[in-house]
């Protein structure tokens, strides 16, 4: 159910009540997710602007890259219920844990 705040003809502010259709919902509650992630793989020093190349695969590969890198940001804060941590800060803690790892022992 959702409320909105509405003025009325003759000035007077009236709240009233509605359900969306669950599509609807789904929409306007995940909408943003996209941007997020487009915003963080842009900001602020996307991988595709360092590693400047116009040769296809890599190109593609560093989008992937990219995506991926927010996409684990945006995860990991929204399962601790924590702000994002800044994107320099979580790639520089992810390029040391990747560099540090006991995977193979």
Request: hydrophobic share 35%; aromatic share 8%; charged share 30%.
């Amino acid at each position: 159910e959702t409320l909105r705040s509405v003025t009325c003809a003759d000035g007077s502010r009236s709240t009233i009540r509605f359900k969306y259709p669950e599509p609807i919902s789904h929409h306007n509650r995940a909408k943003h997710w996209v941007d997020d992630t487009n915003n963080r793989r842009h900001d602020p020093i996307a991988l595709s602007a360092v590693w400047r190349t116009k040769w296809w695969p890599t190109r593609q590969f560093t989008f992937l890259l990219e995506v991926a890198e927010a996409n684990a940001a945006n995860a990991r804060s929204r399962a601790r219920k924590q702000k994002t941590e800044p994107q320099l800060d979580f790639r520089r803690s992810l390029a040391k844990k990747m560099l540090t790892n006991n995977l193979d022992d």
